[in-house]
């Protein structure tokens, strides 16, 4: 469990949570067609199921000086900019988390480990 604290209190998010969270991000995000684990790819059509057996296999987070350090495998779309791709699901996540939770990040690290049609 993450915790910070504000004037209001202290706030708690279980790791679950933000991994569910940041999976959800990438499916919604244009160009992005799977999220990978290191060992072997899954399908972005399972992430609820992803969420419920492990998604810390797709996503990474550490944590330093109270900042999240985010680390996501990726498949994008063939013929899209990956770039361009790579750049909107970094600044989307960062985004939703800082939104949702109120923790802020300091760094999102994406791996594009393929290129697949939609």
């Known amino acids: 469990m993450l915790t910070a604290e504000n004037h209001l209190g202290t706030i708690g998010v279980s790791e679950e949570y933000l991994t569910s969270l940041i999976g959800y991000t990438a499916s919604t995000c244009f160009g992005v ?19 419920e057996m492990g998604a810390k296999k ?18 994008v779309i063939i013929g899209t900019n990956i770039s361009a791709v790579a750049d909107s699901l970094a600044h989307k996540i960062r985004y939703t988390i800082e939104d949702k939770t109120g923790f802020k990040v300091s760094k999102i690290t994406i ?8």
């Open 58 to 75: 797709c996503v990474r987070l550490e944590t330093k000086d109270g900042k999240l350090i985010i680390g996501l495998h990726i498949t």
């Open 111 to 118: 791996y594009v480990d393929g290129i697949s049609e939609a």
């Open 33 to 51: 067609v799977d999220l990978n684990t290191a060992e072997k790819r899954q399908g972005l059509l399972s992430v609820f199921r992803k969420a």
